[in-house]
């Protein structure tokens, strides 16, 4: 990212035109060094992308098959790129991971350093019922009730009424402040640290840490 605003940079002084998702701007003016420089970086960016989606995928699927689930994505990810229109979308796009992703990482934050110290059990983690993390029936409304209210602020900001400094810092700090005062305030209503997992008994040292 920062090769390529130095580069576009460099063909913007030199009274060239910068056009969005265009690398032939700057491939015309720096060659085949930057062209490769570029393919490596599409190749590497995206290869993570296919390994995200695809253990997303086998997450959902435990039981499915790794190769067979990364080649089906990766080829309809490809598929989907030769599709020129979309380009015209992504920004938009772009617009509604912020929206989405933003007042998630706020509430992460709170949850995971404030609330709880910077400490989770990787055994509640796994369970699939009680625990720590079990709340009312496996759902924290307190989360999900900040996270829609983020959103909401973050289309707003965005789609409604923009705001000069852009949606994404109001919306983290709004949904930062809202999670960590509802969970100071009603957190102990939804808690579950104290109980056992489901089936089993925790050791004091375990219910402690």
Known sequence: MTLGATALGYVFLRGGETTS????????EFGLPLAVVIFLSVMATNTLVVYGMTMSFENLR??????????VIGLISIAGATWQGILDRFVSFLFLISALFVPVFAIMIVDYW?????????????????????????????AVGSFLVGVGLAFY????SPLPM?????????????YLVLSLAFGSKVDRSNEPIAGETRSATEATN
């Open 21 to 28: 998702f265009a690398s032939t701007v700057i491939l015309a």
């Open 62 to 71: 435990p039981n499915s098959n790794y190769l067979r689930s990364a080649l």
């Open 114 to 142: 404030i609330r709880r110290r910077g400490r989770y059990s990787t055994r509640d983690l796994v369970v699939p019922r009680g625990g720590a993390y079990w709340y009312l029936g496996g759902v924290n409304p307190i």
């Open 157 to 160: 900001w965005t789609r409604v």
């Open 166 to 178: 852009g949606a994404t810092l109001p919306t983290f700090a709004v949904t930062f402040v809202l």
